[in-house]
C-alpha cells in the first residue's frame, strides 16, 4: 500500500524562526510531490510541488526532495502567525492522477 | 468568483437517508476530483472524472456512493443509506489534464449524520 507519513508534530516555532516540516513516501514509482497549506476549517491549498531532487525556492517557502531516502520536506523561513496551519504533504504515484496525502503537521507560529 | 464551489456547504441527516452534494469546477478545467477528509486526516481518493468519464474509483468507496458528470462540467456525489461513518468533509478539485499535479480544491461538504 502506496503511505505517505508525517509523523512529527504538533510543531510550534517562534515568530521570525525557520519552521520545517517533513514528509516520508513509501513508493519509490513516486513521481511529484505537493505541499498544500489548510487553515481551520479550511479547504486545502496547494502551496509548493517539486519534481527533481534538489531544493526550490518560492518566496519564504523551499521544498526539498531526495529521492534516495524517499522524503520531501518543507522550510519556511521567517515564520509568521498567519503561517499557523496544517500543512498536508501529498505524493503523485506514477502517472496516476489522485493524490495521496499525508495526515498533515499542525504548525503553530508564536508572536 | 471562478473557483470550485461545492454545495451544499453543510448537510445534517439523519441514517440511513440519501444525500447527494453538487460540485462546479473552475469552467476550463476538465479533470475533476472527490475526496473525504475526516478530523485530523489528510483527505482520501474517492474518484476523478476526465470530462464525462470515470477514470478511477478507490477501493475504498462502497457501492452506497456513486459519482456523475453527466456533461463534464459539474459532478454529484450521491451516499444512498448514510451511515454514521459516513460523517466527514466532502472535497472536491479540478484541474487541467496536462496540469494534473495543481489541483485547486473547493470549500468543500461537511456531512453529519446522526
Known amino acids: 500500500q502506496k503511505e505517505v507519513e508525517q509523523n512529527s508534530g504538533p510543531l510550534s516555532v517562534p515568530e521570525g524562526a525557520i519552521a520545517s516540516l517533513n514528509c516520508t513516501y513509501s513508493?519509490?514509482?513516486?513521481?511529484?510531490f505537493f505541499w498544500y497549506r489548510q487553515y481551520s476549517g479550511k479547504s486545502p491549498e496547494l502551496i509548493m510541488f517539486i519534481y527533481s531532487n534538489g531544493d526550490k525556492e518560492d518566496g519564504r517557502f523551499t521544498a526539498q526532495l531526495n529521492k534516495a531516502s524517499q522524503y520531501v520536506s518543507l522550510l519556511i523561513r521567517d515564520s509568521q502567525p498567519s503561517d499557523s496551519a496544517t500543512y498536508l504533504c501529498a505524493v503523485k504515484f506514477g502517472a496516476n492522477s489522485k493524490l495521496t496525502f499525508g495526515k498533515g503537521i499542525t504548525l503553530s507560529v508564536r508572536p | 468568483d471562478t473557483g470550485v464551489s461545492q454545495n451544499p456547504r453543510h448537510k445534517i441527516t439523519k441514517r440511513g437517508q440519501n444525500v447527494t452534494f453538487r460540485c462546479d469546477p473552475i469552467s476550463e478545467h476538465n479533470r475533476l476530483y472527490w475526496y473525504r477528509q475526516t478530523l485530523g486526516q489528510g483527505p482520501e481518493f474517492l474518484t476523478y472524472?476526465?470530462?464525462?468519464?470515470?477514470?478511477?474509483k478507490s477501493r475504498l468507496l462502497s457501492d452506497r456512493f456513486s459519482a456523475e458528470r453527466p456533461k463534464g462540467s459539474f459532478s454529484t456525489l450521491e451516499i444512498q443509506r448514510t451511515e454514521q461513518g459516513d460523517s466527514a468533509m466532502y472535497l472536491c478539485?479540478?484541474?487541467?489534464?496536462?496540469?494534473?499535479?495543481?489541483?485547486?480544491f473547493g470549500p468543500g461538504t461537511r456531512l453529519t449524520v446522526t
Open positions: 513508493d519509490r514509482g513516486s513521481q511529484s
Open positions: 472524472f476526465q470530462n464525462e468519464a470515470q477514470l478511477e
Open positions: 478539485a479540478s484541474s487541467l489534464s496536462q496540469r494534473s499535479y495543481e489541483q485547486y
